[in-house]
């Protein structure tokens, strides 16, 4: 089941009253959506300039990005947050480290990201490859691609 929306990242650390219990090796669904649905990543360079962002080491620290699929207004991802990277601090870093990097390509200032994120803990039987591949047929069921091997803007640890 689904957590409701986190509060808007800040610069105090702080632990979200319903985030997500994290265990370690716990993975996490994240889903994040651009501020008013704006379709930014429709454009090929914009979206490589955020998906390099997430996958920087300096954002994920120790935590491990499993697969992600970038939509035109929302990015997707499959998360295995790291001892010293909480979910909702790697979430925020990767929002913000993409947010630059999309702002200095577009020649922009001001938020990319809506506040907040929404996330889900896997079940303890659910496998993270069967997870991913659900995740995956995003772009199929919103009509960017008939098959996965069409749409550019998706990755997996397993493939």
């Known amino acids: 089941m689904d957590t409701p929306i986190f509060p808007p990242e800040s610069n105090e650390p702080h632990q979200a009253a319903d985030a997500p219990a994290e265990a370690a090796g716990q993975v996490f669904r994240v889903s994040v959506v651009t501020r008013g649905r704006y379709a930014c990543f429709a454009d090929f360079h914009v979206a490589w300039t955020a998906v390099r962002a997430f996958r920087?080491?300096?954002a994920l620290g120790d935590s491990r990005l499993l697969a992600w699929v970038l939509?035109?207004?929302r990015v997707y991802w499959l998360i295995e947050p790291g001892e010293r990277m909480p979910l909702e601090k790697v979430v925020a870093r990767m929002k913000s480290c993409s947010a630059v990097q999309v702002n200095k390509t577009l020649f922009r200032a001001g938020p990319l990201w809506e506040p907040g994120f929404v996330a889900s803990a896997l079940a303890p039987d659910e496998e993270p490859r069967a997870?991913?591949?659900?995740m995956l047929v995003a772009p199929i069921q919103a009509?960017?691609?008939t098959q996965l091997v069409d749409y550019p803007l998706w990755?997996?640890?397993w493939v």
Request: charge should be negative.
């Open 71 to 73: 939509l035109p207004d």
């Open 131 to 134: 997870a991913a591949r659900r």
């Open 143 to 145: 009509g960017l691609a």
């Open 155 to 157: 990755d997996c640890v």
């Open 56 to 58: 920087d080491p300096l």
